[in-house]
Nanobody, 121 residues
Framework: VQLQASGGGLVQAGGSLRLSCAAS????????MGWFRQAPGKEREFVAA????????NYGDSVKGRFTVSRDNAKSTVYLQMNSLKPEDTAVYYC???????????????WGQGTQVTVSS
């Protein structure tokens, strides 16, 4: 399984970005897909996850109400719509794949290379 994240960039506080993660796997629709982020000097933290059908989602407390995760199984792609961005959202964002709907980093077996998001104040 290969995951390719894209869509990061520099944005002002209050702005929006949409991240994409394209998967190269035939059974994409069987995987839960998650987003994590890691800021310099900090642990990688859970951001959001979506189950195989898109019918169930989980969010980290710091992004609830601002971020939305979605997926298009026909395109083997998962998205993270980020609104009302704050400087503290600055991090490298990673997409990941798991067989279960989980917030735990250790349960994700497949990881993308990360995309940088920088939010200026």
């Amino acid at each position: 399984v290969q995951l390719q994240a894209s869509g990061g960039g520099l944005v002002q506080a209050g702005g929006s970005l949409r991240l994409s993660c394209a998967a190269s796997v035939r059974s994409f629709s069987s995987y839960t897909m998650g987003w994590f982020r890691q800021a310099p000097g900090k642990e990688r933290e859970f951001v959001a996850a979506i189950n195989w059908s898109g019918g169930r989602t989980n969010y980290g407390d710091s992004v609830k109400g601002r971020f939305t995760v979605s997926r298009d199984n026909a395109k083997s792609t998962v998205y993270l719509q980020m609104n009302s961005l704050k400087p503290e959202d600055t991090a490298v964002y990673y997409c990941a794949g798991s067989r279960v709907l989980t917030t735990q980093r250790g349960d994700y077996n497949y990881w993308g290379q990360g995309t940088q998001v920088t939010v200026s104040s």
